[in-house]
C-alpha cells in the first residue's frame, strides 16, 4: 500500500503546527488505507469527523497566534480555513446522502490542501513567526 512520509521540507517552522499537519498526513494515509481495503461507512464516518476535528483544534492555533502577533497575512490565510471547513461539511452532506464519489473527493482534496495550503500558504508564515519567537 502506498503510503506518505513526512518529510522536513514540509515543516512550517513551528513545532505545534508541524505536529497537527503529521496528523493530517496520517489522516491522508488513513483515506488511502480505507480506499484500498474498501472500508465500512463507519470508517468514513469517523475520518471525517476527525477532520472536522482537526480543522477546529488547528485552525484555532494557528488563528490565535495570528492575531497575538498580529500577522499581515491573516486575513487570506483564515479565508483558506473557512474554505477548508466548508469543503468538510460539503462531504459530510455528500457522504450522508450515498454520494459515491465522496471519497475520492476527500483524498483529492487533502492531498490538494497537503501540498496547496501547508507547503504554500502556511510557509508564509514561517520567517514572520519565527522572527516573533515563536518555533
Known amino acids: 500500500m502506498y503510503k506518505l512520509e513526512w518529510k522536513e521540507e514540509y515543516s512550517v517552522g513551528v513545532k505545534l ?58 486575513e487570506i490565510h483564515n479565508q483558506e ?7 468538510i461539511n460539503d462531504f459530510r452532506t455528500k457522504f450522508h446522502a450515498s454520494d459515491e464519489k465522496v471519497n475520492t473527493e476527500v483524498l483529492e482534496f487533502l492531498a490538494d490542501w497537503l501540498m496547496g495550503h501547508i507547503q504554500g500558504t502556511d510557509k508564509e508564515y514561517k520567517r514572520f513567526l519565527n522572527n516573533n519567537g515563536v518555533f
Open 81 to 87: 480555513h473557512r474554505l477548508y471547513e466548508k469543503k
Open 17 to 74: 503546527f508541524d505536529d497537527q499537519h503529521k496528523n493530517l498526513l496520517s489522516n491522508l494515509n488513513r483515506i488511502i488505507g480505507i480506499f484500498n481495503d474498501s472500508g465500512s461507512k463507519e470508517e468514513v464516518e469517523k475520518l471525517l469527523e476527525d477532520l472536522e476535528q482537526y480543522a477546529l483544534i488547528h485552525f484555532k492555533s494557528e488563528e490565535e497566534i495570528f492575531t497575538k502577533f498580529k500577522y499581515y497575512g491573516s
